[in-house]
């Protein structure tokens, strides 16, 4: 049977409609829809993914959030205990240092007690340390001079009495003023140095100190950059500090650590006076 050429023209665009159909470039209403809902099938996968993600994501910070809270209150919790026991050991060392016969090794070792509560209490950045505070040991001269003018080592002169005020500022900033009184042997009334300055906390047990301004027992500004001169820096370690005991120490001058400890003085203008080396602290203050 013959196909006439319009029969043969029919087949031949059918056999070509059905290739370019496999090939994906015909697309029929069908094929059209199906690929629409394809699209729109992996378009909410995606949404829905994207969604879980996000409410994972919020999830898990919100638990990170929850535990870095919880692992700070316990940071308290531990820091709060730990300054209820050296609170106790440090009365313990005002009393030693109290005693008419000093025990020397048994002061080291409260001091080393407290000292291995330094990291937990953070001591060089306390509030605690903005009081008036008054010298009640040192191990020996040398300690003394690592915060004082070191004048008391000059023949016939002795330390008489020693104080330290920080207050002002910050947590880890704060002002300075260190008043010694000296005494010399014979008919003479005490002398009062003055160095006055700033300190600041470098780290969680260390104060750097630098002393601006120094007023002798004259009252003549005798040393300090007012002055011309240098200004002098000193670093010691807070051992520690609490209500009413501050523990310094520093290696500056020995090979062994040198110890200061102070107690909180309640009426530095009355003992001052006392001393019958009274002043005007705020006059202390101005001249920094």
Same mark, same amino acid.
């Not at 004082?148 to 000059?154: E, V």
């Given at each position: 049977?013959?196909?006439?050429?319009?029969?043969?023209?029919?087949?031949?665009?059918?056999?070509?409609?059905?290739?370019?159909?496999?090939?994906?470039?015909?697309?029929?209403?069908?094929?059209?829809?199906?690929?629409?809902?394809?699209?729109?099938?992996?378009?909410?996968?995606?949404?829905?993914?994207?969604?879980?993600?996000?409410?994972?994501?919020?999830?898990?910070?919100?638990?990170?959030?929850?535990?870095?809270?919880?692992?700070?209150?316990?940071?308290k919790?531990v820091?709060?205990?730990?300054?209820k026991?050296?609170?106790?050991?440090?009365?313990r060392?005002?009393?030693?240092?109290?005693?008419?016969?000093?025990?020397?090794?048994k002061?080291?070792?409260?001091?080393?007690?407290?000292?291995?509560?330094?990291?937990?209490?953070?001591?060089?950045?306390?509030?605690?340390?903005?009081?008036d505070?008054?010298?009640?040991?040192?191990?020996?001269?040398?300690?003394?001079?690592?915060?004082?003018?070191?004048?008391? %080592?000059? /023949? !016939?002169?002795?330390?008489?009495?020693?104080?330290?005020? *920080? +207050? &002002?500022?910050?947590?880890?900033? #704060?002002?300075?003023?260190?008043?010694?009184?000296?005494?010399?042997?014979?008919?003479?009334?005490?002398?009062?140095?003055?160095?006055?300055?700033?300190?600041?906390?470098?780290?969680?047990?260390?104060?750097?100190?630098?002393?601006?301004?120094?007023?002798?027992?004259?009252?003549?500004?005798?040393?300090?950059?007012?002055?011309?001169?240098?200004?002098?820096?000193?670093?010691?370690?807070v051992a520690?500090?609490?209500?009413?005991?501050?523990?310094?120490?520093?290696?500056?001058?020995? %090979?062994? /650590? !040198?110890?200061?400890?102070?107690?909180?003085?309640?009426? *530095? +203008? &009355?003992?001052?006076?006392?001393? #019958?080396?009274?002043?005007?602290?705020?006059?202390?203050?101005?001249?920094?």
């Amino acid at each position: 049977m013959r196909c006439t050429w319009l029969q043969a023209t029919c087949i031949s665009l059918g056999v070509l409609r059905i290739s370019l159909l496999s090939k994906g470039f015909i697309v029929t209403g069908t094929s059209r829809l199906m690929r629409h809902r394809a699209s729109a099938i992996s378009e909410q996968r995606d949404r829905c993914a994207t969604l879980t993600m996000g409410a994972a994501g919020k999830k898990r910070k919100k638990m990170e959030k929850d535990a870095l809270k919880y692992a700070n209150g316990i940071n308290k919790n531990v820091a709060r205990e730990t300054q209820k026991e050296a609170d106790v050991i440090a009365e313990r060392l005002l009393k030693t240092c109290a005693e008419p016969k000093r025990d020397l090794t048994k002061i080291a070792a409260e001091i080393a007690e407290l000292r291995s509560r330094t990291s937990a209490l953070k001591p060089a950045q306390s509030y605690e340390l903005g009081k008036d505070w008054r010298l009640v040991f040192a191990s020996d001269d040398d300690a003394i001079s690592v915060v004082g003018t070191g004048l008391h %080592k000059l /023949p !016939l002169t002795r330390m008489q009495d020693f104080f330290m005020t *920080l +207050e &002002g500022g910050s947590n880890t900033a #704060r002002n300075i003023v260190t008043i010694e009184v000296l005494r010399v042997i014979g008919p003479f009334p005490n002398l009062r140095n003055t160095l006055s300055g700033d300190c600041k906390s470098t780290g969680a047990d260390s104060l750097n100190i630098r002393y601006t301004s120094m007023i002798d027992g004259t009252g003549k500004e005798t040393g300090g950059s007012q002055t011309g001169e240098q200004d002098r820096v000193v670093e010691v370690d807070v051992a520690f500090v609490g209500q009413g005991v501050l523990v310094l120490e520093s290696s500056a001058k020995s %090979k062994k /650590p !040198l110890s200061l400890v102070f107690a909180k003085e309640p009426d *530095l +203008e &009355g003992e001052l006076a006392k001393l #019958r080396v009274a002043g005007d602290k705020k006059d202390d203050k101005k001249k920094k």
